[in-house]
């Protein structure tokens, strides 16, 4: 069966509405993937070229290889969601190096974890495979339960492991945004200077982001003005979740309430309810695809394969660069892990999944 097939196949009854899907927003208005997109999208910009040198080491890497496009293994679950709930279904992900060993033979192009996991193997890895540093992180052990983003460390110390990159989340919308912002910032800022890439996790968190009818966290028009503070800030990738829905603007501003602006063209003449259309309203936010568009993979269920497969042909045909996805991966034996990647990675290896 041909790769094409193999993606039609688990698609199953939505595959024609996933590939053959015609956007609402033209493509051309983008600036998509391609081999060189590391010159035509960032050699215009103010990076220097040592930060050019480290996002071509990613873009470089791995079976997307030269593509314009990126998978990546993150694993900071240790951290964000506890060790032990994280790894219990495969305890030899306490060990670092095997979170390494799965991304190089899942044939990603970057490791994405924390200052202790890459640190504590830096020196048999670092030149193996590109490594982003997670600088912050919501520590999970105030009680009760807090979120909040703080930092565990400096850029310098990413440099000095070896990193190409350094990575933060910021929760938009958070009563603790405001000095994420200022953080993140000026950590992008010192990384762009010592010629490290900058990958943002744009996350919402809020109680009122959240109705009884649908949870906003996950809305097009929400994580894309997220996205758009996210490369304001000079990140040169944005780590976003799938859009599930849209109208977040319009639900908060009900009743007596009033929050953000929004125009009505931007659910009429920007987006439609398609999970394509939501997506490609994501990228748009992304100066139009000038800081590349990756898309998490969730949480592993029952149907990991199927619906990562699903999410990589949405950010692909969205005007996407890839996909991140730890949890799919690493909560399985090895052999699973990789061959779940590399399905990713050959819905963008596949030509005849084209952009919408």
Not at 201 to 208: D, I
Request: overall charge neutral.
């Amino acid at each position: 069966m041909s790769t094409y097939a193999t993606i039609q196949t688990l698609l199953g009854s939505e595959s024609d509405s996933l590939l053959n899907h015609k956007a609402k927003v033209s493509k051309d208005l983008l600036h998509l993937p391609s081999p060189m997109f590391v010159d035509t999208a960032f050699g215009p910009s103010d990076r220097n070229p040592q930060v050019l040198r480290s996002l071509q080491a990613m873009y470089g890497h791995g079976r997307l290889a030269n593509t314009g496009y990126m998978s990546v293994l993150p694993v900071d679950q240790g951290i964000e969601h506890s060790a032990g709930a994280s790894v219990a279904k495969n305890p030899a992900y306490f060990d670092g190096g095997n979170i390494v060993k799965l991304a190089i033979e899942g044939g990603c192009n970057a490791v994405a974890s924390t200052f202790g996991v890459l640190a504590s193997v830096s020196r048999l890895y670092a030149h193996r495979i590109p490594f982003l540093v997670k600088l912050n992180h919501n520590e999970l052990m105030t009680y009760p339960n807090k979120f909040d983003q703080i930092m565990f460390g400096s850029v310098r110390e990413a440099w000095n492991l070896g990193a190409v990159a350094v990575g933060a989340t910021i929760y938009f919308g958070s009563d603790q945004s405001a000095r994420q912002i200022v953080e993140v910032a000026r950590a992008f800022d010192e990384a762009h200077e010592l010629g490290m890439a900058t990958v943002l996790w744009c996350y919402l968190r809020n109680p009122a982001f959240k109705t009884a009818e649908k949870d906003f966290h996950v809305a097009a028009d929400l994580t894309g003005q997220a996205n758009h503070l996210g490369v304001t800030i000079k990140a040169d990738i944005i780590k976003q979740k799938l859009p599930e829905n849209n109208g977040g603007f319009v639900a908060l501003n009900s009743g007596d309430s009033s929050y953000g602006k929004l125009d009505k063209r931007m659910y009429t003449d920007l987006s439609t309810d398609h999970p394509i259309d939501l997506c490609r309203y994501q990228v748009l936010n992304c100066y139009c695809g000038r800081s590349g568009l990756i898309n998490s993979g969730g949480a592993s269920g029952t149907n990991d394969l199927q619906d990562a497969v699903k999410t990589a042909v949405i950010n692909k045909r969205a005007g996407g660069t890839g996909l991140i996805s730890g949890r799919k991966a690493f909560q399985k034996p090895l052999a699973d892990g990789v061959a779940l990647l590399h399905a990713i990675q050959d819905v963008y290896r596949c030509a005849e999944v084209t952009v919408a």
